[in-house]
């Protein structure tokens, strides 16, 4: 599809007949060609229905401003509406914040490079300065800024200044816990990959801990995160299967291919608007 083109909605509301039809009828009536509708309903009936719609615009009769107010008075009041409008030619600027493990940076960073990712790096910020020169290699700037226990407090507030522009952040093996402050300045537009399945082995060695339980599956998490430790809405999950042969190092390696893939796909997921918070769960139409 036509990025300069293409519209997105997602839409949240009690189940009810006719949802369907006073949106594609509202798009219709006003030029729009609907290229993509995903729906999904929690109930048969009496539940909460949720929508991700594709549009196209270059034939609406509405601007985007009054496309919106228009679609608010004709259709979101009626049916008790949660929604949001968005554009793709608008492209999300995310920061990427990293310690020393470079492998979902990379993934990310080589994503990007490529078109794969819709998006622009707004910066890469870490607690060690190791990965400069493979940041710098993409032409995307990077910063050091050190965390320590006596400069936590200030060294958060220098990163709020360089996040300052972005829309998202990804934390591509990011070992340092952000405090509730921080978390709370970017409402369910933190990514986090975790390095394990959750919610087993949470905290840190998580493949010692798999190890040491014989587990036969590992696994990658990528979250939103929130106040609480690894308990935020889950968007993806990879698994692999491993044996009693698989040492903790093998099992690190596969853990950190299903990272970068996990990882890519929630930030993608993201970036298309594909995914609706409902609770402490997601809903992706992916």
Same mark, same amino acid.
């Given at each position: 599809?036509?990025?300069?083109?293409?519209?997105?909605?997602?839409?949240?509301?009690?189940?009810?007949?006719?949802?369907?039809?006073?949106?594609?009828?509202?798009?219709?009536?006003?030029?729009?060609?609907?290229?993509?509708?995903?729906?999904?309903?929690?109930?048969?009936?009496?539940?909460?229905? !949720?929508?991700?719609? @594709?549009?196209?615009?270059?034939?609406?009769?509405?601007?985007?401003?009054?496309?919106?107010?228009? !679609?608010?008075?004709?259709?979101?009041?009626?049916?008790?509406?949660?929604?949001?409008?968005? !554009?793709?030619?608008?492209?999300?600027?995310?920061?990427?914040?990293?310690?020393?493990?470079?492998?979902?940076?990379?993934?990310?960073?080589?994503?990007?490079?490529?078109?794969?990712?819709?998006?622009?790096?707004?910066?890469?910020?870490?607690?060690?300065?190791?990965?400069?020169? @493979?940041?710098?290699?993409?032409?995307?700037?990077?910063?050091?800024?050190? !965390?320590?226990?006596?400069?936590?407090?200030?060294?958060?507030?220098?990163?709020?200044?360089?996040?300052?522009?972005?829309?998202?952040?990804?934390?591509?093996?990011?070992?340092?816990?952000?405090?509730?402050?921080?978390?709370?300045?970017?409402?369910?537009?933190?990514?986090?990959?975790?390095?394990?399945?959750?919610?087993?082995?949470?905290?840190?060695?998580?493949?010692?801990?798999?190890?040491?339980?014989?587990?036969?599956?590992?696994?990658?998490?990528?979250?939103?995160?929130?106040?609480?430790?690894?308990?935020?809405?889950?968007? @993806?999950?990879?698994?692999?299967?491993?044996?009693?042969?698989?040492?903790?190092?093998?099992?690190?390696?596969?853990?950190?291919?299903? @990272?970068?893939?996990?990882?890519?796909?929630?930030?993608?997921?993201?970036?298309?608007?594909?995914?609706?918070?409902?609770?402490?769960?997601?809903?992706?139409?992916?």
């Amino acid at each position: 599809m036509n990025v300069q083109t293409t519209a997105r909605l997602l839409i949240t509301c009690p189940d009810r007949p006719g949802i369907v039809s006073a949106v594609s009828s509202f798009f219709y009536n006003h030029g729009a060609n609907i290229t993509a509708l995903d729906q999904y309903a929690t109930q048969p009936e009496h539940g909460t229905y !949720f929508m991700r719609l @594709e549009f196209q615009t270059p034939h609406m009769d509405l601007s985007r401003h009054v496309l919106s107010t228009t !679609f608010q008075e004709a259709v979101a009041d009626r049916y008790g509406m949660t929604w949001q409008l968005s !554009f793709a030619a608008d492209r999300k600027r995310i920061a990427i914040m990293v310690s020393r493990h470079d492998h979902a940076m990379l993934e990310l960073l080589w994503r990007w490079s490529r078109q794969a990712l819709p998006c622009d790096i707004h910066a890469v910020i870490s607690n060690h300065p190791d990965l400069a020169d @493979e940041v710098e290699r993409f032409g995307v700037p990077f910063h050091h800024v050190p !965390f320590t226990a006596d400069s936590r407090e200030q060294s958060e507030a220098t990163v709020q200044s360089l996040l300052q522009g972005a829309d998202m952040v990804v934390l591509a093996r990011y070992m340092q816990i952000l405090s509730p402050a921080f978390v709370a300045a970017w409402p369910h537009r933190i990514i986090n990959i975790h390095h394990s399945f959750l919610p087993a082995f949470v905290g840190a060695n998580p493949y010692q801990q798999a190890y040491d339980k014989g587990v036969k599956l590992i696994g990658a998490t990528a979250h939103y995160v929130t106040a609480d430790l690894d308990q935020g809405p889950i968007i @993806e999950q990879g698994v692999s299967r491993v044996s009693h042969r698989d040492d903790v190092e093998s099992l690190r390696a596969l853990g950190q291919d299903l @990272e970068r893939q996990v990882l890519a796909r929630a930030v993608r997921w993201h970036l298309e608007d594909r995914i609706i918070l409902h609770g402490n769960k997601t809903i992706v139409f992916g």
